[in-house]
Structure formats: C-alpha cells, structure tokens
C-alpha cells in the first residue's frame, strides 16, 4: 500500500492562501499521502503555512517541492488527474472521486500520479484540464465550491481506502507528461504537413486528438507506436513532396 | 434524498476556533446537510465564523442552534452517533462512516439523528461517547488527528453519497436520547432497589448496560416495554419488602 501512495502527488496550482497549503499538507498526512507540489504559490509564508499543518507534516513541509511552471512541475508525471467544480464542456470525460481512486491502484503502480488543484478562487483552467488524462468531479449537492483543504481531503481519503482495501493488479509504465507533449507536437507537425488539420487554427485540431487519445492512460510503448507512424508518415510526404518537386 | 439530509445535524461539541464553525458549515452545505448545532461554543465570533463560511452557507449559519447543555442540545434526537479519533477501549461498538452513511439512510427516514464532533484538542470525552448509540472513526494512515471541518466533510460525504445513491427503506421510529435516559435512569434504580448493581459503583454496571443496549439503535416501542419489565420488577421489589416488613 505504501508504495501506491507514495507515487501519487498532490499538485496544487497557484493556491493563493497559505492556511490552505498547511491544511492540505495535513489532509494528505492523515491519509498517508506525502509528495506535495507547489505551482506559483502567490504565498508560500511558511508561519502561515505551518500553523495549519501540525503535528508530523512538517517533514511534508519540508520536503515540499515548488516549481514557477507548470509543464516542468509535471514533467517526470506519467498520469495527469485534474480537479474541478465545473461541469459542461468537460462533462463527458469526467469520473469521481471514488472511481479515480479504485482506477489510481493498478495505475500507481508503475506509474507517477499527479492530481492538480486549481487556485482557490477559479479553480483549474480549460486549458490545464486539457492536459489531464482524467478529470474528476467531487459530487456535491447544489453548493459545488469546496475549500481547497476539502477537496484535498476528500480525494485522499478515497485514494488511502482504495489503497488499504483493493487487491492490485499492476499496469504497465505510462508514458509520462514529456513522451506525452513531444508526441502531441509531432502529430500537429505531421497532421500539418499532410494538410489534415488547418493551418489557420491547429490547436482546435489537436485538442480533438488530445480529447480522444486522452480517454485512455497512453503506455509508453503505445506512446513509441504512434510517433513511429508519425515519423512514417512524416517521410511518406516528403517522398510526395520530392515527385513533386522533380515534376515541375 | 432531501428529506434524509434534512433528519441528520451535526453537532459542534465545545468547538474552540470560530473559523472551523464556518469551515465545518460550508463543508455542510457542499453536502446537503442543513441542521448545525453547537454546544458551549469557547468562541462564537460571527466575523470570524463568516469568514470561512462562504456562499449560501449564511442561511445554514443563520439557522443554527446554540445550546449551552448537550443533555438539551440531544433530546430532540432519536439516534446519537459519536466520532472519535482514540480507538482502545471502545474499539469493539467502532463503524466507519461509510458504513455508518449506509444504515443512517435508513434510520434517518423517520428519526432525528445527531452526529457529535469534540473540540479540537481532546475530542469528545469517553463519557460522551458512551450516550452514543454508534461511534464512529474517520480512517487514517497512521497520523489520525483530523482537523475538526475535514472530519465533518469526510461524514457528510459519505452520507451524501449514501443518501444520492441507496435505495432508501424505512425502520420505525427510534427512541430518542430524552426516552433513553429516561430509562437507563429507571433500570439503575430498579437494579439498585433489587441488589443487581453495587451501590457503591452503580454507574460502572450501568455502563456495561448501556454498551450491550447500545448496539443496536433502540426503537420507542422497545423502550417502552423495558420500562414496563422496570416496572414490573419494581412492583415485585415492593411486595417483596412488604413481606419482609411483615414478618419482622
């Protein structure tokens, strides 16, 4: 069990009080949780912090890690979880707490997990949550805006009952956050190249591909077969681009 | 669902900081539940209650009940569950809130119940805890302190996904904590009158009652036909010692 939860990571994405990152340190000790990240803290006063973090979560204090950037926080990450209160647009890819946690076991494994949460105020944006493999939603009723420390809590705690009662199944290495965007920006380069999406607007293409690829936790290998076709056909279209050359 | 929700209160025992009242409410109100009571508030500062204790969560803070004696705080109640961090001596009576969100939706139906949470220091007394027909602890891996709002929105949760999710039936009416007094305070002094109990330690056998009649949540009717048996034995007790007078 120890294992599983020392690969996931809570992410917290410029929290803006610093009572809510000791208060979310604390959540994550009573569950046995350990691996925090900051992102842009807009304030990391420590006085502030450690007066909600009592007890033994110092040492999570201490060892807490804070990055200026996002894409360099989650890079060593295989498995991207966001966390919002807003449904609609997302709706369609969206799990609870309790399914992500039972999901996590198998993945956590061999895998390094990170669950974001967004900042106080205005949560995780689209553009953050696109880049999740999977977006949960704490069911709420009516009164969906959880303080941060909550939220925390409530994923936690699902994550540490799943961890103490679920026999493991292991799954293979995922492809972490960087074989994941070097992936996405060759098919954009390719898909350009061969005229499949449109050049005036490529990131509304991608962000299809990225929806539907997104579905399913990619494995590394699986991450390798696909920039092989890219490269495959990366070459096609420049033997294409040769005959035409010669032709004219 | 609703009318579930609205059959349950929580139940600030001698809560020390204002900001957890608030923090405890909206957790409350992010879970459908409506009902807030504190007995013995250390310090009840609005300003301070508000500032936690965001969106709709005023009304529930407005509504809220605030006694000065948990005896009167508890009577309306029909079902009385305590939490409590300390395992021990209580261990054997000990539920989980999942579960406990399981058989409260069926409970709750037609009875009143009170979920009692102790002051942040020490938690509620083993006194307490003994009035209680369940006692439940929120698990933890290893560091089990909870602040006194997590704890409240762990049990919230569990029973709002209970609520949301179960097919609800419905159990007749339970005792409630004035009926039960009532007749732990006729049994001592029945088992008094007919040498049962050690007059020098009455309340330590009573507690070994109160454990055994505990377990499972009394209905009224039940009350009532323990009192009749009290009576019973009363009117036996009283022959008994006419008797004897006469024969002196």
């Known amino acids: 069990m120890k294992a599983v939860l020392d690969h996931i990571a809570?992410?917290?994405?410029?929290?803006?009080?610093?009572?809510?990152i000791g208060a979310a340190a604390r959540a994550?000790?009573?569950?046995?949780?350990?691996?925090?990240?900051l992102v842009e803290p807009k304030n990391c006063d420590l006085c502030r912090v450690l007066k909600?973090?009592?007890?033994?979560?110092?040492?999570?204090?201490?060892?807490?890690?804070?990055?200026?950037?996002l894409k360099e926080a989650l890079a060593p990450?295989?498995?991207?979880?966001?966390?919002?209160?807003?449904t609609g647009a997302l709706r369609p890819t969206m799990s609870q707490p309790r399914t992500l946690a039972r999901d996590l076991i198998s993945i956590s494994q061999n895998n390094r997990v990170a669950i974001l949460f967004g900042p106080e105020d205005r949560g995780l944006s689209n553009d953050q949550l696109r880049h999740c493999n999977t977006i949960i939603t704490i069911p709420t009723a009516g009164f969906s805006s959880l303080n941060l420390a909550q939220a925390v809590i409530i994923v936690c705690y699902e994550i540490f009952?799943?961890?103490?009662?679920?026999?493991?199944?292991?799954?293979?290495?995922?492809?972490?956050?960087?074989?994941?965007?070097?992936?996405?920006?060759?098919?954009?380069d390719v898909l350009l190249?061969?005229?499949?999406?449109?050049?005036?607007?490529?990131?509304?293409?991608?962000?299809?591909?990225?929806?539907?690829l997104s579905r399913l936790p990619l494995r590394?290998?699986?991450?390798?077969?696909?920039r092989g076709v890219c490269r495959q056909i990366?070459?096609?279209?420049?033997?294409?681009?040769?005959?035409?050359?010669?032709?004219?």
Chains 1, 2 share one sequence.
């Open 52 to 69: 909600t973090a009592t007890g033994s979560t110092i040492d999570l204090i201490e060892r807490m890690e804070v990055f200026d950037d």
């Open 28 to 37: 994550m000790n009573n569950m046995g949780l350990r691996r925090l990240v």
């Open 220 to 226: 590394a290998r699986e991450v390798r077969i696909i």
């Open 161 to 188: 009952l799943a961890a103490r009662d679920a026999p493991a199944e292991v799954q293979p290495r995922l492809a972490n956050s960087f074989e994941l965007e070097g992936m996405y920006e060759h098919l954009k």
């Open 10 to 20: 809570v992410v917290l994405v410029r929290p803006q009080i610093p009572e809510n």
């Open 193 to 212: 190249k061969i005229g499949f999406i449109d050049p005036q607007n490529p990131e509304h293409w991608i962000l299809n591909i990225r929806r539907f």
């Open 234 to 248: 990366d070459w096609y279209a420049s033997q294409v681009e040769a005959v035409q050359k010669s032709k004219r």
């Open 77 to 86: 990450y295989h498995h991207l979880v966001g966390t919002t209160a807003r």
